[in-house]
């Protein structure tokens, strides 16, 4: 159970926020956890699913959004969006249980989303404070100046769900999957 109330439904939301529930129940046939717990916030909503939105449109592909989600939840040591992304990034971006697991330890199966999982994980663990070389080798694997800024916005967007989580201890509502022993 959650430190702060989760709204049960969208209608006991703040009204501010339901139309960005719908939305959401709208495009993954319901409204897990996260999102009626941050509904409490109409703001933070708003700004957590714009900027998703705008990621989304951005020059990543699904799949290398989802390996940075797995790699960001398993070095921050939140269940909730390791459970959550297992399940979407196998379900949504095909990602296989090889590729998943590589994506935990913060790598790939693929050498191109090897290199911006590695420069994801390289930022949470320098807490962006990463060496020219890390920037040189991600851009050596093929990524433009625009998806570099973009995995950046992934590792920020990430950081923010696995500490709403793990601070607020939201309910998984996913298939529940345990982090890697240390």
């Not at 046939?29 to 700004?47: E, Y």
Request: aromatic content about 6%.
């Amino acid at each position: 159970m959650s430190y702060i109330p989760t709204p049960a439904t969208i209608e006991e939301a703040p009204e501010a926020s339901r139309a960005i529930l719908e939305g959401v129940q709208k495009q993954l046939g319901r409204v897990p956890n996260i999102f009626r717990l941050v509904s409490n916030s109409p703001a933070a909503l708003s700004g957590w699913t714009a900027l998703q939105g705008a990621l989304g449109k951005g020059k990543l592909p699904a799949a290398t959004r989802e390996r940075i989600a797995l790699a960001m939840a398993e070095a921050n040591g939140c269940d909730y969006c390791l459970s959550a992304h297992t399940y979407t990034g196998g379900k949504f971006a095909k990602l296989d249980e090889s590729e998943i697991a590589a994506n935990r330890r913060g790598s790939s199966n693929d050498p191109k989303a090897a290199a911006a999982v590695e420069f994801a994980k390289a930022l949470v663990v320098s807490r962006g404070a990463v060496a020219a070389r890390e920037i040189d080798a991600v851009r050596a694997a093929g990524y433009s100046d625009a998806e570099i800024l973009e995995i950046i916005a992934h590792v920020a967007l990430n950081t923010f769900t696995n500490y709403v989580n793990e601070a607020l201890g939201t309910e998984i509502d996913f298939p529940r999957i345990d982090r890697l022993a240390a």
